[in-house]
């Protein structure tokens, strides 16, 4: 299969609804590679469904979904394979081990050599003395840390990640934050749909703040997140 690249991501007035119910209305944005997103907005502003659109999960009720010069629509499966996504659902077998968990993830994603990717991955995660126990026997945030190696085993372009920080301990915490950053510095383009504004702190480039599916306002290099999250808030009611 034929991938595709992309140096930027845009959305121009993209809205979906369900029956009548409207979860996003007309949300724009552009965000260029080596760069992190923000999605922030309380429950039910739209920040997963977002997510959904970008991963090609969800079609737009209107408007489009610019990957560089390509849609979804007109690259499929050449435009997903530069995609990763960890949201909610894990997607990990638990009855198989962290290794063999990431070698088939790998292999789906046609590395030359699925089993030496898996070992490199959690490598990174911290958990190369864990590579052979089964998934079950994890805690959430050690789970957590494997699939979001699953996410990015076939270094993809675009990195999805809904509220990548649940479950985490501090240690954790601080190693994602460090995986995040090295993601921008490859050149990666980054949207993280995350409550955690603590967490979030100093490390988004933009904040794109959702209410009720509408955009609330777009910030650049977010100052005092936090304050700024009420701020804005407060404005949009």
Do not use: C, W
Request: proline share 3%; charged share 20%; hydrophobic share 45%.
């Amino acid at each position: 299969m034929i991938s595709v690249d992309f140096d930027d991501l845009t959305a121009e007035d993209v809205s979906r609804h369900f029956g009548r119910r409207r979860a996003l209305s007309r949300i724009s944005f552009h965000t260029p590679r080596g760069s992190i997103l923000g999605l922030l907005g309380p429950n039910g502003a739209g920040k997963s469904t977002m997510l959904a659109v970008l991963a090609t999960l969800l079609r737009p009720s209107s408007g489009t979904v610019r990957y560089g010069t390509h849609t979804a629509s007109a690259s499929g499966a050449a435009l997903r394979s530069r995609i990763g996504v960890l949201g909610h659902d894990l997607f990990l077998y638990p009855e198989l081990t962290a290794h063999e968990n990431l070698a088939f993830f790998a292999g789906l994603y046609g590395a030359l050599d699925a089993r030496h990717a898996a070992s490199a991955a959690l490598q990174r995660a911290g958990l190369a003395d864990r590579a052979h126990d089964p998934v079950s026997s994890f805690s959430r945030g050690m789970r957590q840390r494997v699939a979001l190696e699953r996410a990015l085993i076939h270094g993809p372009r675009l990195v999805l990640l809904d509220e990548p920080f649940t479950g985490l301990d501090d240690a954790s915490t601080a190693a994602l934050v460090s995986r995040l950053q090295g993601l921008r510095d490859a050149h990666a383009i980054v949207v993280v749909a995350t409550h955690d504004l603590d967490l979030a702190e100093g490390l988004l480039d933009s904040a794109l703040f959702l209410r009720d599916g509408r955009v609330a306002e777009v910030v650049a290099r977010p100052d005092s997140l936090r304050s700024t999250y009420r701020s804005i808030m407060r404005r949009s009611t």
